[in-house]
């Protein structure tokens, strides 16, 4: 089963590299960007066909490995079956 | 409009955080992680009503900066117009 985690910056939390990216667009003459954020994806192939536990496995994973709780949210979402 | 900008890498070239993200979680004991990758996704706001040149602005940004040629394939999307 492939998985797909997506780890975004909570609401009120800063964004540096997004703002060093906005920086240096605007000074490379794209004035036009108003605003931007990163977000990190992992995409993990697991050994495990219920669909089920393979989504609490990987919430497990954001847990203690993937994502800071204090800064993150994380989205799991089914790619493959 | 908001743009969103996946730089992935391209078929062949290593991902060594994706490796490294890998080993630890088989480590921690999720020994059904077979395999991970991970992909940067930009969220772009720009002030720019045409679609058209909203996507030409975001492409000549993935060559300018967000991107590298030699390791990376970028997709760009159209969030909100």
Known sequence: MKLEVKIILKKGISDPE???TKKALNLLGFKSVKDVSTIKVFKI???QSD???AVEE???MC???LANP???EYFISVLEE
């Open 51 to 53: 669909k089920e536990k």
């Open 45 to 47: 192939q697991l050994e």
């Open 70 to 72: 204090v800064i993150h």
């Open 18 to 20: 997004g703002a060093q």
């Open 63 to 65: 847990k203690k490995l």
């Open 58 to 60: 990987a919430r497990e």
